[in-house]
């Protein structure tokens, strides 16, 4: 038994006289997941008084965009097609499967459970056609009536705090392997149409669930609760994976997509983190100094504002800075210590070996004719410049005659005078006042 696709199984007409009905499936509402197959007969067909769970020889087969067809003896998964097309059933031959879109996972899994039930070599007589949805099955409403843990962390400042999140928003499924679903959820339903609504309040409980896990691995990357709506896709890669063995094991689905319309926390909660991430940026000086300074303005303009306490404010601002309180201008003192001790920790620039040179491209110190740490080649020595204007590499001018001028350096900073060790070869800037070494440093 099998289906010949009949694009390619025909042969001069032959195979469309043999075809005694045709199983369709008209489009599927959102609200459908599964619809059993149709049979039409027309007219000229010599099977009109067919069961309706047996399938005739040379039968027809019809599937859509978006839909995938499963055919079952006596309940037993035998064919299944996923490619859009029109196809005919012979029980001649060996089954075949077209898994389209779904690949060698969905041929992996038929393997699994296994082909059709036979008896004495003839096929059994309860054979029914199963059209499945596979389209984005979108609109899903969640919400959060619980809060949901979740740990704020950021390393840089040393938060780590518990807090709680309440979210809602929408996500969307699609039926990833329908031999799964038909095995494991569906079945031989009973009517025409499997619905959405059978499966929703399970599906939208275990998504709930799934979420906080699936939090905690944004906590592990240091997401802030306001910032999980610009990491859906993380999210979303987390939950699949959460998720896989309840919707993808279980029941052959896969989450699509989620969004989030609001994400909120406890307002103590986001005071809280507010005041220490403030707290964090003072530990700088300079930026305690800068708030201190701002604070101390904003007291004056309040106490001159206060005709009646103006003195008793001033005074108490004074008493504050005699009793050990901070001093603008000592915080702002502490950090250019600070900044200057950063400064001293750094690595002081190698000073060029004797008879080196700088390379142009990493600046390393290098001797020999290539750059050990990035392999660039020495640059070539540019000569001299004569007293006329004329560049020269030998001993004479080409231009005048005149002799090269002996210990004269061929460069030397036009800014504060400093003239290199190696004066074919000068750093790239003076160390003296900082200026680039150009052809404008030339002597």
Not at 274 to 279: D, G, P, S, V
Not at 281 to 307: E, F, I, W
Not at 323 to 348: C, E, K, R, V
Not at 372 to 388: A, I, V, Y
Request: hydrophobic share 35%; charged share 20%; with cysteine.
């Amino acid at each position: 038994m099998g289906l010949i696709k009949a694009a390619l199984g025909s042969a001069g007409g032959v195979l469309a006289d043999q075809w005694k009905e045709f199983f369709t499936c008209d489009a599927m509402p959102k609200t459908v997941l599964a619809r059993k197959g149709q049979k039409k007969t027309s007219a000229r067909s010599s099977n009109t008084k067919g069961s309706d769970n047996v399938i005739s020889d040379g039968s027809g087969l019809i599937v859509a965009d978006g839909q995938c067809a499963i055919i079952t003896d006596q309940g037993v998964v035998a064919e299944i097609c996923a490619v859009p097309g029109q196809y005919t059933y012979n029980s001649a031959t060996e089954p075949s499967i077209f898994t389209g879109k779904f690949g060698e996972s969905l041929k992996r899994t038929f393997m699994e459970l296994g082909k059709r039930f036979t008896y004495g070599g003839e096929p059994p007589k309860d054979q029914r056609v199963y059209y499945f949805n596979t389209l984005e099955l979108m609109e899903n409403p969640f919400g959060t009536a619980q809060p949901i843990p979740f740990r704020v962390v950021d390393s840089k400042i040393g938060l780590d705090i518990d807090t709680s999140v309440r979210c809602n928003g929408y996500y969307s499924y699609i039926i990833d392997n329908p031999i799964i679903f038909y095995t494991k959820v569906c079945g031989n339903f009973a009517g025409g149409d499997y619905e959405r609504a059978e499966l929703d309040r399970m599906l939208k409980t275990e998504f709930i669930g799934s979420l906080r896990p699936g939090f905690g691995k944004l906590s592990d990357l240091e997401i802030r609760p306001n910032q999980i709506p610009n990491h859906e896709e993380d999210l979303l890669k987390a939950l699949n994976e959460i998720l896989d063995e309840k919707w993808g094991q279980l029941r052959g689905l896969k989450l699509v997509s989620l969004a989030f319309q609001n994400v909120d926390i406890p307002e103590e909660d986001q005071k809280m983190i507010k005041e220490i991430q403030r707290n964090a940026a003072l530990r700088d000086p300079n930026m305690a100094a800068a708030h201190l300074v701002g604070a101390q303005a904003q007291a004056m303009q309040d106490a001159a504002n206060n005709q009646n306490g103006a003195v008793g404010a001033f005074m108490g601002m004074g008493m504050a800075q005699g009793a050990g309180g901070a001093n603008a201008a000592s915080l702002f003192q502490m950090g250019q210590q600070q900044q200057a001790q950063q400064q001293a920790a750094q690595p002081a620039p190698a000073a060029p070996a004797q008879g080196g040179w700088t390379c142009p491209s990493c600046g390393k110190q290098a001797t020999g004719k290539f750059c050990t740490e990035c392999g660039t080649k020495k640059p070539e020595d540019n000569g001299w410049t004569c007293s006329c204007g004329a560049v020269n590499k030998g001993k004479f001018c080409s231009n005048c005659g005149a002799k090269k001028p002996e210990g004269a350096p061929l460069y030397k900073c036009d800014k504060c005078g400093w003239e290199p060790e190696d004066p074919h070869h000068p750093p790239k800037f003076c160390p003296e006042c900082g200026d680039v070494f150009d052809d404008n440093d030339k002597v």
